[in-house]
C-alpha cells in the first residue's frame, strides 16, 4: 500500500488566488512527521513546510499553510495568493518516527506529486 | 549558509559505462542522503549516511551502484556499468541530524541534482 497519496496530478490557479494541494498518507506509527517539498523546472526540491504529528496547531511558513486532519490522515498544503513563480511540482513525503518502523525507518517516503500552474 | 552542491547538472552516457556523481552537505549536517528520482515519481531514497557511516542501504543495487563518504563531509555516487533504466535525476540532501525527536532537526536540504540520460 502506498504511503503517500497525491490524488491531484495536475492543478491550475488564477494568479493571487488560494489553491489546496492534497496529500493523504497512511500509517501505524503514532510519531511521524509530513513534509511539504517544491520542485521547479530546474529540479531542485525545495523545503517548504512540516508538521509533526504531535503538533496541536497547523503549521505556517508565509504563504504556504499545512491543513492537518489526523483522523483523515491527510495533510493538504494551502497555497495563499499565488504566484506566478508558484508554478512547479509539488511533493508531500512522511517520516515515521517510530522504532518498530521496521528496516528504512525514518527515511523519508515521497508521494508522486501534484503538477502546479499559476496562470496569470 | 550554502547550500547542497552537487556535480555535475547533466552527464549523458552509454549504457555499460560508467558514471560518478559529487555531492557536498552543507556545512555541519551529520547525516547524508542519496535519492533517485525517476521522470514522473517521487525521489527514492538509495543510500543514506551518517557521517562516514551507512545507516541504509536497503534500496541501492548493489551489484551496479556505489556510494562512499569519505571523512564524514563529500560523498560520490558511482554506477558501474550503466543501463538504460538508471536515466534519473539523482538529488543529494543533507540534515542535522537523522534520529533526532525535534522534526526541524531531521529537515533534508536537497541539491539541484544530475541529470543522468542512459543512451
Known amino acids: 500500500a502506498q504511503k503517500i497519496t497525491q490524488t491531484q496530478p495536475g492543478m491550475f490557479v488564477q494568479e493571487k488566488e488560494a489553491v489546496t494541494l492534497d496529500c493523504t498518507y497512511d500509517?501505524?506509527?503514532?510519531?511521524?512527521?509530513l513534509f511539504w517539498y517544491k520542485q521547479p523546472s530546474s529540479g531542485e526540491m525545495i523545503f517548504l513546510i512540516y508538521?509533526?504529528?504531535?503538533?496541536?496547531q497547523n503549521a505556517t511558513e508565509g504563504r504556504y499553510s499545512l491543513n492537518f486532519q489526523k483522523a483523515r490522515k491527510s495533510a493538504n498544503l494551502v497555497i495563499s495568493a499565488s504566484q506566478l513563480g508558484d508554478s512547479a511540482m509539488y511533493f508531500c513525503?512522511?517520516?515515521?518516527?517510530?522504532?518498530?518502523?521496521?528496516?528504512?525507518?525514518?527515511?523519508?517516503?515521497f508521494g508522486k506529486g501534484t503538477k502546479l500552474s499559476v496562470i496569470p | 549558509e550554502a547550500g547542497v552542491a552537487q556535480s555535475p547538472r547533466y552527464k549523458i552516457i552509454e549504457k555499460r559505462q560508467s558514471v560518478a556523481f559529487w555531492c557536498n552537505p552543507i556545512s555541519g549536517h551529520a547525516t547524508l542522503y542519496w535519492y533517485q528520482q525517476i521522470l514522473g515519481q517521487g525521489p527514492k531514497l538509495l543510500i543514506q549516511?551518517?557521517?562516514?557511516?551507512?545507516?541504509?542501504d536497503s534500496q541501492l543495487p548493489k551489484d551496479r551502484f556505489s556510494a562512499e563518504r569519505l571523512k564524514g563531509v563529500d560523498s560520490t555516487l558511482k554506477i558501474q556499468p550503466a543501463k538504460l533504466e538508471d536515466s534519473a535525476v539523482y538529488l543529494c540532501?543533507?540534515?542535522?541530524?537523522?534520529?533526532?525527536?525535534?522534526?526541524?532537526?531531521?529537515?533534508?536540504?536537497f541539491g539541484a541534482g544530475t541529470r543522468l540520460s542512459v543512451l
Open positions: 500509517t501505524s506509527d503514532p510519531s511521524y512527521g
Open positions: 508538521q509533526g504529528s504531535y503538533d496541536q
Open positions: 540532501a543533507s540534515s542535522l541530524r537523522h534520529r533526532a525527536r525535534d522534526l526541524a532537526k531531521n529537515i533534508q536540504y
Open positions: 513525503a512522511m517520516r515515521e518516527q517510530g522504532a518498530d518502523s521496521g528496516a528504512g525507518s525514518y527515511q523519508l517516503t
Open positions: 549516511f551518517q557521517n562516514n557511516g551507512v545507516v541504509d
